[in-house]
């Protein structure tokens, strides 16, 4: 059984950087692609990077190119979600995905294993 367990989240302020780790268990990194996704409060998780399965490729929605890095460590299996120039609208849960893809997705419903998700609060 695959598990992820999300840390890192905490609360920060606006343009300070933070780095979020997934720690995969229960299946081999280099098996799964990665991603990672925020949600807000009564709205859909919504995607927020993605890493192929050696680490090559990746993938980042608009609003956080160029700030956000995603990154993979298939040794440790750790993800990790490095994140810069923190704004407000940054903050949320924040939750690791992975799936056995050969392709790099951004839709929440292609990934099948999910983690608890971590909390970053982003003070302006």
């Known amino acids: 059984q695959v598990r992820l367990v999300e840390s890192g989240g905490r609360l920060v302020q606006a343009g300070d950087s933070l780095r979020l780790s997934c720690l995969v268990s229960?299946?081999?990194?280099?098996?799964?692609?990665l991603g990672w996704f925020r949600q807000l409060p009564g709205k859909e998780r919504e995607f927020i990077a993605a890493?192929?399965?050696?680490?090559?490729?990746?993938l980042y929605a608009d609003p956080v190119k160029g700030r956000f890095i995603i990154s993979r460590d298939n040794v440790k299996n750790t993800a990790y979600l490095q994140m810069n120039s923190l704004k407000s609208e940054d903050a949320g849960v924040y939750f690791c995905?992975?799936?056995?893809?050969?392709?790099?997705?951004?839709?929440?419903?292609?990934?099948?294993?999910w983690g608890q998700g971590t909390q970053v609060t982003v003070s302006s």
């Open positions: 995905a992975a799936d056995r893809h050969f392709v790099l997705q951004s839709s929440g419903a292609q990934y099948e294993h």
């Open positions: 890493v192929d399965r050696g680490g090559g490729r990746t």
């Open positions: 229960g299946r081999s990194l280099t098996e799964l692609i």
